[in-house]
């Protein structure tokens, strides 16, 4: 922990955040871990992530707009849940499936927060279902508070990276691009082509990526959601032949 503690606070690689996040799996005692930041109130961008299902869940839930890092969010407290199975339903009615299919038994979610501003959420996942131990817990809140003091000290670095601007590689680019599109195609509000988009990856069962890039494709519009049409159902698809 001091190690990755010491690779946090060196800024030394190309991301917001540096140091191995597979290896700080390993030290908490998960099978992988995510950092997402907040932006206008919502938890919108993964900065740092274990490949894989933790990258996966993260994406699920910006997809979704539920689960514990939303609630993490939310109350801007620690959740915990050591057994998934034992979540009652109607908590993540749309999530719980989904983390059945990902295979993730228990859930740590850490906000970054300063005083009562929630600044992103450090996520910890395991298959098997289980507490983290004492000394675990303790240092994912002391790898929480590094990592708050690192995008701190990112300033409006840490701004242009959160919304994509000074070219800011950002793992969900094709969202924001697809968002402002289809604000324009269905005169809505950026928030509400977000919405929008959404409800169409979940109607469809389709990764949130893949319809974002679509729309960045031009393959999918949203032109005629206010004639009359029923959100998501209004989108169409455009290949190019009429």
């Given at each position: 922990?001091?190690?990755?503690?010491?690779?946090?606070?060196?800024?030394?690689?190309?991301?917001?955040?540096?140091?191995?996040?597979?290896?700080?799996?390993?030290?908490?005692?998960?099978?992988?871990?995510?950092?997402?930041?907040?932006?206008?109130?919502?938890?919108?961008?993964l900065v740092w992530s274990s490949p894989g299902v933790s990258e996966?869940?993260?994406?699920?839930?910006?997809?979704?707009?539920?689960?514990?890092?939303?609630?993490?969010?939310?109350?801007?407290?620690?959740?915990?849940?050591?057994?998934?199975?034992?979540?009652?339903?109607?908590?993540?009615?749309?999530?719980?499936?989904?983390?059945?299919?990902?295979?993730?038994?228990?859930?740590?979610?850490?906000?970054?927060?300063?005083?009562?501003?929630?600044?992103?959420?450090?996520?910890?996942?395991?298959?098997?279902?289980?507490?983290?131990?004492?000394?675990?817990?303790?240092?994912?809140?002391?790898?929480?508070?590094?990592?708050?003091?690192?995008?701190?000290?990112?300033?409006?670095?840490?701004?242009?990276?959160?919304?994509?601007?000074?070219?800011?590689?950002?793992?969900?680019?094709?969202?924001h691009q697809a968002s402002g599109m289809i604000s324009v195609q269905?005169?809505?509000?950026?928030?509400?082509?977000?919405?929008?988009?959404?409800?169409?990856?979940?109607?469809?069962?389709?990764?949130?990526?893949?319809?974002?890039?679509?729309?960045?494709?031009?393959?999918?519009?949203?032109?005629?959601?206010?004639?009359?049409?029923?959100?998501?159902?209004?989108?169409?698809?455009?290949?190019?032949?009429?």
């Amino acid at each position: 922990m001091a190690r990755m503690l010491r690779d946090l606070s060196s800024r030394s690689g190309p991301g917001l955040i540096t140091g191995d996040p597979s290896e700080c799996a390993r030290i908490l005692g998960v099978d992988g871990v995510a950092v997402s930041l907040v932006t206008d109130g919502v938890l919108s961008e993964l900065v740092w992530s274990s490949p894989g299902v933790s990258e996966r869940l993260e994406d699920e839930q910006f997809t979704l707009g539920e689960g514990p890092g939303v609630d993490a969010v939310g109350s801007c407290a620690v959740i915990v849940e050591p057994d998934v199975a034992l979540v009652r339903p109607g908590r993540w009615p749309a999530l719980l499936p989904a983390l059945s299919g990902l295979g993730v038994g228990a859930l740590f979610c850490f906000p970054l927060r300063i005083g009562g501003v929630c600044l992103g959420v450090l996520t910890a996942q395991r298959a098997s279902a289980g507490p983290l131990s004492a000394v675990a817990m303790d240092d994912a809140l002391i790898l929480s508070a590094a990592v708050t003091a690192v995008v701190l000290d990112g300033g409006q670095g840490t701004e242009r990276f959160a919304v994509g601007e000074g070219g800011a590689q950002l793992h969900r680019a094709a969202v924001h691009q697809a968002s402002g599109m289809i604000s324009v195609q269905a005169a809505v509000t950026v928030a509400q082509a977000l919405v929008l988009l959404r409800a169409h990856a979940y109607r469809f069962g389709v990764p949130l990526l893949q319809a974002a890039e679509d729309v960045v494709a031009r393959r999918l519009r949203f032109d005629h959601i206010g004639d009359g049409g029923s959100g998501p159902s209004s989108a169409r698809r455009d290949d190019g032949h009429g």
